[in-house]
């Protein structure tokens, strides 16, 4: 596609329910982020796949949040049992995966997610 | 792990003022991004910087990347409106495969 798009936009749920989020990358890109962005704050690192694998996944805040790649594409970071703290916009990014360390990332519109 | 670190966390400045963040690394780096995200966007990539004191302009923004690699400064000249937003850095180590740190952000804002 041209650009990076996620869906939902928004989504507002019960707490202690599960929400899926999916990101679908910019075509050719092997690398994908998960970022996480509270309200007037930074982004704050979830989990980063190459291809279908997740070299770091260092920034996942517990074990309610888990992600998953398949066919080197479509992402979706699972929160299960959502909690009011996990209120926030999630962003995903894709690179082109030559290095991740210099590649520059193409960010989505996010998913704002409000737990009720 | 590395860190990145920026300031001021906000600024707020008259229109036609200029503005500079400044971004600091704990460690050297390979490379230094700056992305901005406009209020209720998605920051957005401006611009790369690789080499050691490396300087790039863009129209009224200045970037400069520090001698040692391990600091980055963003300076608008005569600030407008269409300037608001939060400034992000992003830095890359020197090896390995890890993915960039970004900076904690400078968010601007301007008084007409």
């Known amino acids: 596609g041209a650009g990076v798009s996620q869906s939902p936009s928004n989504k507002v749920t019960e707490k202690g329910k599960d929400v899926e989020l999916r990101c679908d990358p910019i075509?050719?890109?092997?690398?994908l982020y998960w970022y996480r962005q509270s309200l007037g704050q930074g982004l704050e690192f979830l989990i980063y796949?190459?291809?279908?694998?997740?070299?770091?996944k260092s920034g996942l805040p517990s074990d309610r949040f888990s992600a998953e790649r398949t066919g080197g594409s479509v992402s979706t970071l699972t929160i299960q049992r959502t909690q009011q703290e996990d209120s926030a916009v999630y962003l995903c990014?894709?690179?082109?995966?030559?290095?991740?360390?210099?590649?520059?990332?193409?960010f989505g519109p996010g998913t704002r997610l409000t737990v009720l | 792990g590395q860190q990145v670190m920026q300031i001021p966390q906000y600024q707020h400045v008259q229109e036609g003022e200029d503005f500079t963040t400044y971004c600091n690394s704990s460690?050297?780096?390979?490379?230094i991004q700056w992305y901005k995200q406009r209020p209720g966007g998605h920051p957005v990539f401006l611009i790369q910087?690789?080499?050691?004191?490396e300087v790039k302009k863009q129209k009224r923004l200045t970037f400069q990347f520090g001698e040692a690699k391990k600091n980055s400064s963003l300076h608008i000249t005569a600030t407008q409106t269409t300037d608001v937003g939060t400034y992000f850095c992003?830095?890359?180590?020197?090896?390995?495969?890890?993915?960039?740190?970004f900076g904690t952000g400078t968010r601007l804002t301007i008084i007409p």
């Open positions: 990014a894709s690179s082109l995966g030559l290095a991740a360390r210099t590649d520059t990332q193409y």
């Open positions: 075509s050719g890109h092997t690398a």
């Open positions: 796949f190459q291809g279908n694998s997740a070299p770091d």
């Open positions: 460690t050297t780096l390979s490379n």
């Open positions: 910087l690789v080499k050691s004191g």
């Open positions: 992003a830095g890359g180590s020197n090896f390995g495969n890890e993915k960039l740190t």
